[in-house]
């Protein structure tokens, strides 16, 4: 082996990252920048997308809601005129009952407000099917491309009070598998990564609070929680001509939680 063709080259590639303004989204587009893609940084914190884009060679930001069906085609829309392509697209952009909650408590299943279930699925499920819809078409008017979407810890296990996210997550991991089926004879690769506890801003009020930090390190047998580029990395090499063969898997990237 010379080595020949065992690096991830983007060189030449257009790659959209929904939920790129923070976290594993903006490191993943750090990564993709750096391995020569043009970047389009997707997130509805348009500051926080404008911030990482504005660090990266070649990557712009695009404000979006992907709970917005129309505004997802939208954004598809402005990636076709301005580059006439789309060639790797990582579905994101997420939230939690935490998020929905605003601080309050989580709340069992039998009194999880209506409102906060919408918002949760219509995020981070919803949000997912939106962007397929409008990416599909201009990945495979070019004959191809992987899509890449997040799903959690949660699309295998759950925990209490939690059953908008692990819903919406086992969802996003159901719809990955169908695309996979699809499109997979048009050149087109879907596969999901599977974070486990990861340390970013959706996460922080948690995972370092005194009260959770050690059970939540139990159950991973690296001792450690994973940093936005862990996940990054994976996603980096599903999205890429590395994972060719790849095709309606998950990969977990959680230090062996699931194990
Ligand atoms: N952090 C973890 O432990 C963890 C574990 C498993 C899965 N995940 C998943 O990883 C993904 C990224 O999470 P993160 O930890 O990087 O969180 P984060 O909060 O750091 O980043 C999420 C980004 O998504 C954006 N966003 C939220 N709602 C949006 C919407 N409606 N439209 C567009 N953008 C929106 C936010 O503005 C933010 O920039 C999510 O799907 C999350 O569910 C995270």
Redesign the pocket.
């Given at each position: 082996m010379n080595g020949e063709g065992s690096s991830i080259d983007f060189t030449g590639k257009v790659a959209l990252v929904?939920?790129?303004?923070?976290?594993?989204?903006?490191?993943t587009c750090r990564r993709l920048a750096a391995a020569g893609a043009r970047v389009v940084v997707?997130?509805?914190?348009a500051a926080?997308?404008e911030a990482v884009a504005r660090d990266l060679s070649g990557a712009t930001a695009i404000a979006?809601?992907?709970?917005?069906a129309a505004a997802c085609e939208a954004m598809v829309e402005t990636i076709r005129a301005r580059y006439g392509r789309l060639d790797a697209a990582f579905n994101?952009?997420?939230?939690?009952e935490v998020?929905a909650l605003r601080g309050e408590p989580l709340p069992e299943t039998h009194v999880l407000p209506l409102d906060v279930w919408r918002r949760v699925l219509?995020?981070?499920l919803d949000?997912v099917f939106h962007c397929l819809r409008a990416e599909i078409p201009l990945i495979l008017a070019t004959g191809g491309g992987a899509i890449v979407n997040?799903?959690?810890?949660?699309a295998h296990i759950s925990y209490p009070r939690t059953a908008a996210?692990t819903a919406a997550?086992h969802g996003v991991l159901g719809l990955t598998r169908t695309v996979a089926k699809e499109y997979g004879d048009q050149g087109l690769r879907c596969n999901a990564v599977?974070?486990?506890?990861?340390?970013?801003?959706?996460?922080a009020g948690v995972?370092h609070a005194e009260e959770y930090r050690d059970m939540l390190l139990a159950p991973i047998p690296l001792k450690r929680?994973?940093t936005?580029d862990d996940?990054a990395k994976a996603a980096l090499w599903l999205l890429s001509d590395q994972s060719a063969y790849i095709n309606g898997a998950v990969i977990a990237a959680d230090g062996g939680y699931l194990a």
């Open positions: 929904t939920g790129g303004g923070s976290g594993i989204g903006a490191a997707a997130d509805c914190n926080q997308a979006v809601d992907v709970s917005d994101n952009a997420g939230i939690t998020t219509a995020v981070d949000g997040t799903t959690s810890l949660q996210y997550k599977s974070p486990g506890v990861v340390d970013t801003p959706l996460t995972i929680f994973a936005p996940i």
